[in-house]
């Protein structure tokens, strides 16, 4: 098999190229635009399969170096965390309780419902956990951390199962939220509660910062002023020990320097500006993303773990179609929040991220769901769902 590595560069011009690859099939392909399916994840699978056959066949096997995808990740939540303003906070207070309760929830039944069906399929359920909220909410990172912790206790292989779950998840998550949510937003007739729902308050940030071309490098600067200084705050972070995503520092220098501006009016953030970088890169995100994929992984999978993996898929439609619709309000903003549910439900914020922002450039931008999902999503998701994780290794295991 010829092997053939690509650098930083290479790796980003060819995500780009798959990225408008996806654009052009669906403007092809009405389906694919009807339902919301984002570019990078059209393109992405197209080749993922490409990849996946050639490498079936012992052709070609590509590395990529995936430096300027967490990069771009960075950059795509500092962007995120310059809409995060005290009166947006404010307006989200309850409506934050209520969802992060929902996640947790979801985590739970995750595990609960891996371990009830290992034990049905007769098989471990440490081995179920391999397709729980492990690759699911937890994605990659999770999936590196807990694997070996579960070969350790006899799992062998587990942190590939997991890795493949993981994976499965990606794209489970990319494909499912798009679709979900149009699907709510034009079944439920929701286009009419955007203005009862949300007063415009990012109709109103758009028109006091209006995209000016001179202004998109002043915007790159405190995009730039805000990654330097999370650095710090991140540093800071882990000196209590726990894990956090490497972004959340720059989220955090991002939310004080709008606010400073705010109050102050000393600052004027671009945030129009910032918007369109932001969705820029995260767009490169997922296409590095989505060429990454090794999806000879899943092939790997036994029955029982596809069945597994089905039963998550089933699991996170139904939380996300009847319980985070339903609970978080039965109106556009719930539509929103359920396809970014499915994103980092099943695969990562980000997914998530790319989900809404599909819906929200064919619709209207959802403040909520832009403020809520990036802060349950990032912030809590994890550390309580490894936390979760351990109660129920500890409980099987012993």
């Known amino acids: 098999m010829r092997v053939i590595n690509l650098d930083m560069y290479q790796t980003m011009g060819l995500a780009v190229v798959v990225l408008l690859l996806g654009s052009l099939l669906k403007k092809k392909i009405s389906f694919l635009n009807k339902y919301c399916v984002p570019a990078p994840v059209v393109g992405g699978l197209l080749y993922a399969v490409l990849m996946f056959v050639l490498h079936t066949y012992n052709i070609i096997e590509v590395h990529y170096d995936e430096t300027l995808k967490n990069i771009c990740m960075v950059l795509f939540f500092t962007s995120v965390g310059f809409q995060a303003n005290v009166k947006i906070l404010k307006k989200g207070g309850v409506s934050l309780i209520v969802f992060l309760t929902i996640v947790i929830g979801l985590i739970f039944a995750q595990n609960g419902l891996s371990i009830l069906i290992a034990k049905f399929l007769g098989i471990d359920p440490l081995l179920g956990l391999c397709t729980a909220s492990i690759p699911m909410v937890g994605g990659h990172g999770t999936s590196g951390a807990f694997g070996p912790i579960l070969e350790d206790l006899g799992i062998n292989g587990a942190t590939t199962l997991c890795t493949a779950a993981a994976t499965f998840g990606l794209v489970a998550g990319s494909l499912m939220g798009g679709p979900l949510g149009e699907w709510l937003i034009r079944k439920k007739d929701l286009l009419g509660t955007i203005e009862n729902e949300d007063p415009g308050i990012i109709i109103e940030e758009e028109k006091k910062h209006q995209r000016h071309i001179s202004m998109y490098a002043n915007a790159s600067y405190q995009l730039a002023i805000a990654v330097g200084l999370g650095t710090i705050i991140s540093w800071l972070l882990s000196k209590t020990g726990m894990t956090f995503p490497v972004y959340i520092g720059a989220m955090i220098v991002a939310a004080i320097m709008r606010n400073v501006g705010e109050l102050t009016g000393k600052i004027t953030i671009h945030m129009g500006e910032i918007n369109d970088i932001g969705g820029i890169c995260l767009s490169i995100f997922l296409g590095i993303a989505m060429i990454t994929l090794k999806l000879w992984q899943l092939a790997d999978l036994a029955l029982p773990m596809i069945v597994l993996l089905m039963g998550q898929f089933v699991l996170m439609f139904l939380v996300a179609r009847f319980v985070v619709f339903n609970l978080m309000g039965r109106n556009y903003d719930a539509a929103i929040l359920a396809a970014g549910t499915c994103g980092f439900g099943m695969g990562a914020t980000p997914n998530a991220m790319a989900n809404m922002q599909v819906l ?23 550390f309580l769902n490894s936390l979760i994780i351990t109660f129920f290794i500890n409980l099987l295991s012993h």
Do not use: N, R, T, W
């Open 360 to 382: 929200s450039e064919k619709y209207s931008p959802s403040i909520k769901a832009y403020i809520l999902v990036p802060i349950v999503g990032s912030m809590f998701a994890d």
